[in-house]
């Protein structure tokens, strides 16, 4: 199973950008996928996440500007975010877990959010 993250970039303030991440591979049909972070001298932490019945879970730091979907079909999860903050700078990992402790991550993506 392999994850390709796409979609970083260089945004000003107040921007927006819309991360993608293909799964290649084969995993349950029950599963979540998620969007972790890591900002530099900081823990990665969880930004969103959504089941594959479509339940989602935000960070409240990005409550009403972040938006994750996925397209089962495609095997593909998104992150919309819109509004970015300076905060949001960090590199972007997408994630699949499935079964009791099977787990996928991808290789980051960075986002730079400047003044």
């Known amino acids: 199973v392999q994850l390709q993250a796409s979609g970083g970039g260089l945004v000003q303030a107040g921007g927006s950008l819309r991360l993608s991440c293909a799964l290649s591979?084969?995993?349950?049909?029950?599963?979540?996928m998620a969007w972790h972070r890591q900002a530099p001298g900081k823990q990665r932490e969880l930004v969103a996440l959504?089941?594959?019945?479509?339940?989602?879970n935000y960070a409240d730091s990005v409550k009403g500007r972040f938006t994750i979907s996925r397209d089962n079909a495609k095997n593909t999860v998104y992150l919309q975010m819109n509004n970015l903050k300076l905060e949001d700078t960090a590199v972007y990992y997408c994630?699949?877990?499935?079964?009791?402790?099977?787990?996928?991550w991808g290789q980051g993506t960075q986002v730079t959010v400047s003044s």
């Open positions: 994630y699949a877990g499935w079964g009791p402790s099977q787990r996928s």
């Open positions: 591979g084969s995993i349950s049909s029950n599963n979540i």
């Open positions: 959504i089941s594959s019945g479509g339940t989602t």
